[in-house]
T-cell receptor, first 112, second 112 residues
Framework: DQQVKQNSPSLSVQEGRISILNCDYTNSMFDYFLWYKKYPAEGPTFLISISSIKDKNEDGRFTVFLNKSAKHLSLHIVPSQPGDSAVYFCAASAPGNTPLVFGKGTRLSVIA | GAGVSQSPSNKVTEKGKDVELRCDPISGHTALYWYRQRLGQGLEFLIYFQGNSAPDKSGLPSDRFSAERTGESVSTLTIQRTQQEDSAVYLC??????????FGQGTRLTVV
């Protein structure tokens, strides 16, 4: 029973264009959402987060949008760069002593 | 150090042997997580420690897996009688309350 779903295992985008990575969740108790980026042979690194009291958070080229009614969030990267090529994981947590729940990841390839 | 440290970085073991993986979290981080990533798969939650509370062991795949953490310090994940399906990258993360989790580089376990 996957509580966090990333339905696209891979995405290919041209350099300079927008990359949109999607994530859906089922647990309405989730109130904090994060995106992580992972290169091969490295641990995931934190990118950006959003709490459920907001619907948008922006940090440079990265913007996360949250649609609570649809239980959907997305990560926009614009403009995309070849160095953005990695696996992106969406994660969520509920209040209190609960673990972060991760999706299966989306492999982004940015083509020069 | 400033980040989450895991050791060893690589471990090759024979089927049936026990292995112990170590995680040194960021100082002051009360929460510590263990995840694993099998080839081509997402991040699979294993166990979660939060301060002095009882750990959330709901992700441990079998009773061959166990983990310990003393207070808010080092954690060890032990796998007894290793099987080939245990081969994976084992990732440790630590987190301050309500913040993002920081991951170590992982331990790549290969059971031959």
């Amino acid at each position: 029973d996957q509580q966090v779903k990333q339905n696209s295992p891979s995405l290919s985008v041209q350099e300079g264009r927008i990359s949109i990575l999607n994530c859906d969740y089922t647990n309405s108790m989730f109130d904090y959402f994060l995106w992580y980026k992972k290169y091969p042979a490295e641990g995931p690194t934190f990118l950006i987060s959003i709490s459920s009291i907001k619907d948008k958070n922006e940090d440079g080229r990265f913007t996360v949008f949250l649609n609570k009614s649809a239980k959907h969030l997305s990560l926009h990267i614009v403009p995309s760069q070849p160095g953005d090529s990695a696996v992106y994981f969406c994660a969520a947590s509920a209040p209190g002593n609960t673990p972060l729940v991760f999706g299966k990841g989306t492999r982004l390839s940015v083509i020069a | 150090g400033a980040g989450v440290s895991q050791s060893p970085s690589n471990k090759v073991t024979e089927k049936g042997k026990d292995v112990e993986l170590r995680c040194d979290p960021i100082s002051g981080h009360t929460a510590l997580y263990w995840y694993r990533q099998r080839l081509g798969q997402g991040l699979e939650f294993l166990i979660y420690f939060q301060g002095n509370s009882a750990p959330d062991k709901s992700g441990l795949p079998s009773d061959r897996f166990s983990a310990e953490r003393t207070g808010e310090s080092v954690s060890t994940l032990t796998i007894q009688r290793t099987q080939q399906e245990d081969s994976a990258v084992y990732l440790c993360a630590s987190r301050i309350w309500g913040g993002e989790a920081f991951f170590g580089q992982g331990t790549r376990l290969t059971v031959v």
